[in-house]
């Protein structure tokens, strides 16, 4: 079965990096797009960023204004998002997602992980 | 781009019929047959329920539709059940040809009375 499981969260400082990872099992990792789709607390979804199957296109939301870098390893079965100049307004449970189509033929997120918190103090 | 619009509650008593609205754009609801809708219940993974508008993925009751018109989405769930009490939110694609961009919907809290 379909298994993503998100990591690397936690509570740093304002103006830090940190790295989440999210690992997948369970499907053929390569063949499908991967998301990661972030819920501050007591909030809503916010969509985060898409990275293609095969890595080379890789899209962000407007608010991130080049601070995330989504990217993965196929050989590995893992997804990656480096968050670069934290602020407060980061502070969310961030989830990994699955397309519903392999080959970025669906604009849909079929399967999630249990997501990462992380946390952002000033 | 803003989160498309939708009510922030919504109410039924078991068996009753209710309504979600997901207002966008021509940019984004209304431009594309791209629309989705999330159930998410307390401190759970959202769950992809309704996708290209009006598709159900396997497993998802038939008491779950999808529907649009014009800049506006909708879900609709019927025969209301006490574990449909849950948060609900629409996404739309929201890019062109060559930028791939999502937009959630602000989300709506679906109370069974």
């Known amino acids: 079965q379909v298994q993503l499981v998100e990591s690397g969260g936690g509570e740093v400082q304002s103006g830090t990096s940190l790295r989440l990872s999210c690992a997948a099992s369970?499907?053929?990792?390569?063949?499908?797009?991967m998301h990661w789709v972030r819920q501050a607390p007591g909030k809503g979804l916010e969509w985060v960023a898409v990275?293609?199957?095969?890595?080379?296109?890789?899209y962000y939301g407007d608010s991130l204004k080049g601070r995330f870098t989504i990217s993965r390893d196929n050989r590995k079965n893992i997804l990656y998002l480096q968050m670069n100049s934290l602020r407060t307004e980061d502070t969310a449970v961030y989830y990994c997602?699955?397309?519903?189509?392999?080959?970025?033929?669906?604009?849909?997120?079929?399967?999630w992980g249990l997501g990462t918190l992380v946390t952002v103090s000033s | 781009q803003s989160a498309l619009t939708q009510p922030r509650s919504v109410s039924g008593s078991p068996g009753q019929s209710v309504t979600i609205s997901c207002t966008g754009t021509?940019?984004?609801?209304?431009?594309?047959?791209?629309v989705s809708w999330y159930q998410q219940h307390p401190g759970k993974a959202p769950k992809l329920i309704i996708y290209?508008?009006?598709k159900r993925p396997s497993g998802v009751p038939d008491r779950f539709s999808g529907s649009k018109s014009g800049n506006t989405a909708s879900l609709t769930v019927s025969g209301l059940q006490p574990e449909d009490e849950a948060d609900y939110y629409c996404?739309?694609?929201?890019?062109?040809?060559?930028?791939?961009?999502?937009?959630f919907g602000t989300g709506t809290k679906v109370t069974v009375l």
């Open positions: 290209d508008v009006s």
């Open positions: 021509g940019s984004d609801v209304g431009g594309y047959n791209y």
């Open positions: 997602a699955k397309d519903l189509e392999y080959f970025d033929n669906s604009d849909y997120f079929d399967y």
């Open positions: 996404c739309s694609y929201a890019g062109d040809y060559t930028l791939r961009v999502y937009l």
């Open positions: 369970g499907f053929t990792f390569r063949s499908y797009g």
């Open positions: 990275i293609s199957y095969d890595g080379n296109k890789k």
